[in-house]
């Protein structure tokens, strides 16, 4: 009988200091003033009636606007966090303090985090560093980070990390090298993986990713997706290398003497339950790497993890959630294993109990999050 792993992934929707969803906000704007500059610059400096000219200058400020909105978001979030008004722009601290002050994180041996992100310039990566000492205050003392942004995506870094009650004792990250039209200039969806040794007789290959929206999902949150297409959904190729990078690590592992190795992979998917993209994932998943979705209720089904409603209809959470996206129920987390599962994994509201004092949020995040506990040795095929 192996020993026993309690897990627990979390989107916990964390952006720069300063910034309130920046990259979304700043590519419509941006791309709208960059758009309406250039189009007055080649007004002012022709003729009026020469469309091709105009047509081109404003071909030209869409891919020009987009990077100029990076520098700005970033300038803007850095002041904004400068003068100590960062109290209005999501409740970052506060948020991350619940999961201490609420005894979120002391239950858990293992947490996956996806959105803890992180910049380049000073003060940054202020939250990254404020979570890891809340994270060390809980027990959880071994952290790994994603790492810093990569160009072209200056704004955000990959916003991932893994906390550890046990050693870490080897980490990298994968960086998918295919990314979405809307994430390029932005944000690099990446997966973090971790070797966790357990004592001197289990290892934990544990995996967090964030992968990219889909198409279909773009199109709620803004029109600008309805103008675009793909032929192969990026996160089908994103899983492709997902699939590739866990094969890498898990058989250069630490071997050693422990008798015990087990896999989990865990975050937000951005995918639906049950859906096209789901079963892709899961097949490939049991096919190549022996792992079973173990968030599947006995009776089928899957809890909720995203614009969760009350009972009254009403979207729960209203601060992080995009518009489009508000009271629309989806399962987008998920956590595979080849472990023997010792508990059903259940979705966690994680609900602010004093919505009314000053910090007027409502849940920790936009996403609930997702708990198992696992059996540090094998299932058999009967019980995946």
Known sequence: MGGKLKILTLNICVHLPGGRNAYNIALVKNSAVGVFVFLMLGLALSDITNVGLCVLLVLLALPLSVIVAQPCCVLVSALIFALKRDRFSEFKKERIDMLFDENVLQQYDVIAVQELYGGWYPGSCYYQNYMKDVCKKAGLGYSSFAGRPKLPRILFDQ????????????????????????????????????????????????????????????????????????????????????????????????????????????????????????????????????????????????????????????????????????????????????????????????????????????????????????????????ER
């Open 159 to 382: 916003g991932l990390a893994i906390f550890s009650r046990h050693p870490i004792v080897r980490s990298k990250r994968h960086v998918f090298r295919h990314q979405s039209i809307w994430d390029y200039m932005f944000v690099s969806r990446a997966s973090l993986y971790a070797e966790v040794a357990i004592g001197d007789s289990a290892i934990a290959h544990v995996f967090t990713l964030h992968t990219a929206p889909s198409l279909d999902d773009m199109k709620q949150r803004t029109k600008l997706a309805n103008l675009l297409a793909e032929k192969v959904p990026t996160v089908r190729v994103q899983g492709g290398e997902l699939f590739k990078f866990m094969g890498e690590m898990v058989n250069g592992g630490s071997k050693g003497e422990r008798r015990t190795e087990v896999t989990v992979v865990m975050g937000d998917f951005n995918i639906r339950a049950g859906e096209g993209d789901y079963n892709f994932f899961s097949e490939r998943l049991a096919s190549d790497h022996n792992l079973v979705d173990i968030t599947v209720k006995k009776g089928g089904g899957w809890d909720t993890t995203f614009g969760v409603k009350d009972k009254d209809g009403n979207p729960v959470e209203t601060l992080l959630t995009s518009p489009g996206l508000r009271g629309k129920p989806q399962t987008l987390d998920f956590i595979f294993t080849d472990a023997k599962p010792l508990q059903e994994s259940k979705a966690l509201l994680l609900k602010n109990p004093n919505p009314d004092t000053l910090s007027k949020f409502q849940c920790v995040s936009d996403h609930l999050g997702l708990e198992s506990a696992i059996e540090l040795e094998l299932a058999s095929r009967t």
